[in-house]
T-cell receptor, first 111, second 113 residues
Framework: DAGVTQSPTHLIKTRGQQVTLRCSPKSGHDTVSWYQQALGQGPQFIFQYYEEEERQRGNFPDRFSGHQFPNYSSELNVNALLLGDSALYLC??????????FGNGTRLTVT | QKEVEQDPGPLSVPEGAIVSLNCTYSNSAFQYFMWYRQYSRKGPELLMYTYSSGNKEDGRFTAQVDKSSKYISLFIRDSQPSDSATYLCAMSALTGGGNKLTFGTGTQLKVEL
């Protein structure tokens, strides 16, 4: 049984560009959350999706948006990339409000 | 002040030692407490999950929660080199129907032979 899978694993973008990251949740999980982890820091909550709707949102600007599809997979979009957006982006899934299971993340570098 | 405080370490111990990792928090609404282990270039892996105050044991790992002191701990017995990783505490209040986690910065642990 595959866990949470994310793609791509690494990505290099230039300031001002847009990026889309993808996540497939663990089988049976209907809730997907996205976190940003800067180097040497703990993950910071971006937002959570349930039934294709954004249920909760953290303190991130509108440049960060997302989507959940009927099969529960999800995308994270970031517009107008800044150097400070360089981080590990983690997707996590859960069945409802049970503990989160994380993927291995997408390492985004903005130059 | 951060909602969750965690000493970033690094913490270096000899193999076989008992390791104590700790977090303090300020938000009284937190009810669910978790410990995650994160190896380099990997995502966090759930180790322990506790609701409210008390102790929970799983193999070599014991999690303790003291809500009156807003203090949680993770103990690792008979530590092994394979335990070398970053340990993240995380907490949730289950507000808004969701389970948004608030993490500490993580403690880097090295278990040496």
């Amino acid at each position: 049984d595959a866990g949470v899978t994310q793609s791509p694993t690494h990505l290099i973008k230039t300031r001002g560009q847009q990026v889309t990251l993808r996540c497939s949740p663990k089988s049976g999980h209907d809730t997907v959350s996205w976190y940003q982890q800067a180097l040497g820091q703990g993950p910071q909550f971006i937002f959570q999706y349930y039934e294709e709707e954004e249920r909760q949102r953290g303190n991130f600007p509108d440049r960060f948006s997302g989507h959940q599809f009927p099969n529960y997979s999800s995308e994270l979009n970031v517009n107008a990339l800044l150097l400070g957006d360089s981080a590990l982006y983690l997707c996590a899934s859960s069945p409802g409000t049970s503990p989160l299971h994380f993927g291995n993340g997408t390492r985004l570098t903005v130059t | 002040q951060k909602e969750v405080e965690q000493d970033p370490g690094p913490l270096s111990v000899p193999e076989g030692a008992i390791v104590s990792l700790n977090c303090t928090y300020s938000n009284s609404a937190f009810q669910y407490f978790m410990w995650y282990r994160q190896y380099s270039r990997k995502g966090p892996e759930l180790l322990m999950y506790t609701y409210s105050s008390g102790n929970k044991e799983d193999g070599r790992f014991t999690a303790q929660v003291d809500k009156s002191s807003k203090y949680i701990s993770l103990f690792i017995r008979d530590s092994q080199p394979s335990d070398s990783a970053t340990y993240l505490c995380a907490m949730s209040a289950l507000t808004g129907g969701g389970n948004k986690l608030t993490f500490g910065t993580g403690t880097q642990l090295k278990v040496e032979l």
